[in-house]
C-alpha cells in the first residue's frame, strides 16, 4: 500500500498516539498533519500530572521542534497554530496503567471517538531499572491492548516494537508473533507474572532492610542489575529487547480478534527525505559514531566491509 492510500485511510479518523515525545512519535504526528490534514483528531498521550502539563510538554518537546518547519512554512504560522488547535488533543496520561491512567469518563468518551491507536510509547533505556521497563514496555502493550478493545470504532491497532526481540540470534529470522513463555535461552520458560511479583519482592526486601523506608539511589541500583540479570538469564542482551518481547508476548495473547499491526524497526536513524533530509534528535543508536568520527575522537571502525548493517531512515 503507498503513501497515498494510507493517507486516505487516516481521512476524517480520530487516532491516539502514545509516545508522541519520543523520535518516532514527533515524526509520526508531523507526517499525519503533513499528508492528511483531514484527519479528524489526533490525540496525543504524555506522562504529565495534569492538563496544562501534558499540553506544555507536547508545545516544547513536539511541535516545537524543527521538524515541524515544514508545515510552518506550508501553512503560514498562523495558519499552523490554527491547524494545531483544531487537530491535536494533548491528554495527560500513563502507558504504565490502566486505561492509561484516564479517569473513566475521559476514558469512555475517548473510547467512542477512536479509529485508529498508535502505541509508541516506551523506554529505550538498555539499562533501565526493570520495574520501569515493565510498567511502560510489558504492561504499557497489554493495557494498550485492553483499551484498544474497548473501542468499537477501531480499525487499527498498530504496536510500534523492535527487531531486536529476537535478541543476538544469527541467520534468516522470520517476523512470527512471539509465544508467551517462550524465551530465547533454551529449556527456560518465560513466566511474566513471576518476573512482576520478583519485582515486588526485591522492593520489599530492600525497603525492610532500610527499616521500612527504601533507599532510592540502592533501589534504582538494584532494579538495574536485577532487570540486566533477568534479561541474560532468558537470552535477550539487556532490559530494552527483553521487555519489548514480553509486550508483544502480552498483546498476542489478549488481542482476540482485535485489528493488530506490530512493525519492528531496527536501528533508526535520521529522515531520509520528508519532511527533509537529515534531521535527528540527539545522538542515536550509531549516530554516536558518526559524530565521533566527525569530531576526529574516532578515527576508524573495524569491520568487515562485506557486512550488511540494517539501519531505517525515516522517509
Not at 21 to 28: P, S, V
Not at 35 to 50: E, G
Not at 272 to 297: C, M
Request: proline letters at 3%; glycine letters at 8%; charged letters at 25%.
Amino acid at each position: 500500500m503507498d503513501a497515498g492510500a494510507v493517507a486516505g485511510c487516516l481521512r476524517d479518523k480520530t487516532v491516539l498516539v502514545t509516545g508522541s515525545t519520543g523520535y518516532l512519535g514527533k515524526l509520526m504526528v508531523e507526517k499525519i498533519l503533513r499528508v492528511q490534514p483531514d484527519v479528524k483528531k489526533v490525540y496525543l498521550l504524555v506522562r504529565a500530572p495534569d492538563a496544562a502539563s501534558a499540553e506544555q510538554r507536547i508545545l516544547t518537546q513536539v511541535l516545537g521542534k524543527d521538524l515541524f518547519n515544514t508545515l510552518r512554512e506550508k501553512h503560514g504560522l498562523a495558519g499552523f497554530q490554527k491547524l494545531i488547535k483544531e487537530k491535536i488533543v494533548p491528554l495527560a496520561g500513563d502507558v504504565g496503567t490502566r486505561n492509561f491512567g484516564l479517569d473513566s469518563s475521559t476514558s469512555d468518551d475517548l473510547c467512542q471517538e477512536i479509529d485508529v491507536i498508535v502505541h509508541g510509547a516506551a523506554t529505550t533505556s538498555f539499562y533501565e531499572r526493570y520495574d520501569v521497563a515493565l510498567a511502560s514496555n510489558a504492561l504499557g502493550a497489554q493495557y494498550g491492548c485492553e483499551f484498544a478493545k474497548k473501542c468499537p470504532n477501531l480499525k487499527l491497532l498498530l504496536h510500534v516494537s523492535t527487531a531486536f526481540v529476537a535478541g543476538t540470534q544469527e541467520g534468516l529470522l522470520l517476523e512470527k508473533a512471539l509465544k508467551m513463555g517462550e524465551a530465547l535461552r533454551p529449556g527456560c520458560h518465560l513466566d511474566i507474572e513471576a518476573e512482576l511479583q520478583l519485582v515486588e519482592k526485591v522492593k520489599a526486601e530492600l525497603a525492610e532492610a532500610k527499616s521500612g523506608g527504601s533507599d532510592q539511589s540502592s533501589e534504582k541500583i538494584a532494579m538495574k542489575e536485577l532487570g540486566f540479570k533477568r534479561a541474560c538469564h532468558f537470552g535477550w542482551p539487556n532490559v530494552y529487547t527483553f521487555t519489548k518481547a514480553m509486550g508483544e508476548m502480552l498483546l498476542e495473547q489478549q488481542r482476540g480478534d482485535l485489528p493488530v499491526v506490530i512493525i519492528r524497526p531496527t536501528m533508526v536513524t535520521s529522515t531520509y527525505q520528508d519532511p527533509f533530509p537529515g534531521w535527528i534528535e540527539g545522538a542515536r543508536t550509531i549516530d554516536a559514531l558518526i559524530v565521533a568520527y566527525n569530531e576526529q575522537a574516532f578515527p576508524c571502525f573495524v569491520g568487515d566491509r562485506n557486512d550488511t548493517m540494517d539501519a531505517v531512515s525515516n522517509t
